[in-house]
């Protein structure tokens, strides 16, 4: 399956935005100095959605291999690592990674990152046991989640834990007053989907066909809303 024009011009659009627009804000807001009050309830949200989606994978990984897609400034990948897991780190963003890498411990226990810049979808990151992408598709139309999620579910053997915005009444006016008062420091807006609109594309992928839904939560406070999804192999 190809990628879409929307996918294609979406990913342009998110790289120019962690690379050059808001890089210094989220070196910030990934790091332990003081932020406003906004940015603290995004900052908690994603320490929170973080640590579940890390409760979601097995405690012991060594011999597994892992796709943090998205990977920031690399949190995850440091925890998944810390547990014994060969990580494929992997993020739009040039600048982020290199932070990334500046911030890599000096110890990970018996585990390793492989940090890179480019696209999570490239099929020559190759295989591995589970995938991981924190709010790294919430900017992306429900169909077009549904089609990076099905490229990388034919490379993936167990598990995919992803993020999505949350359709809500909240998450709409946030997003409607997102645009009626754009700044250029904002990232680019979010797309919310519905679980049940996923569960629906998903029925149509023929690459899908042997996965089904897992657990779900939702993590809110503040400013920070996204829901967490597991999607399981057969």
């Known amino acids: 399956m190809m990628e879409t024009t929307t996918y294609q011009r979406r990913r342009g659009e998110i790289e120019t935005y962690f690379d050059r627009t808001a890089a210094q804000a989220w070196a910030r807001l990934t790091s332990t100095a003081p932020v406003g009050r906004v940015r603290a309830t995004v900052r908690a949200g994603r320490d929170r959605m973080r640590a579940t989606l890390l409760g979601w994978l097995p405690q012991d990984l060594r011999g597994r ?18 547990r014994g897991a060969e990580v494929v780190a992997i993020d739009l963003s040039p600048t982020l990674v290199a932070l990334a890498r500046e911030r890599l411990p000096e110890a990970l226990g018996g585990g390793s990152i492989d ?6 979808l490239d099929p020559m990151l190759g295989q591995f046991d589970h995938v991981v992408a924190m709010d790294s598709l919430i900017h992306y139309r429900a169909d077009d989640v549904v089609a990076a999620l099905s490229k990388l579910a034919a490379r993936t053997a167990t598990s995919i834990l992803f993020t ?8 709409l006016a946030m997003l409607y007053a997102g645009r009626l008062f754009p700044r250029g420091n904002r990232s680019p807006a ?3 989907v519905s679980p049940a609109e996923l569960q629906r594309l998903m029925a149509l992928d023929p690459t899908l066909a042997h996965w089904q839904h897992g657990r779900f939560d939702t993590v809110t406070g503040g400013f920070y809303k996204s829901q967490a999804m597991e999607w399981k192999r057969l």
């Open 65 to 82: 291999r892992i796709l943090d897609a998205g990977c920031g400034t690399g949190a995850l990948a440091v925890e998944a690592a810390r």
């Open 115 to 120: 940090f890179r810049s480019g696209d999570m």
């Open 190 to 192: 979010i797309e919310p």
């Open 164 to 171: 999505a915005a949350p359709r809500t009444p909240a998450t």
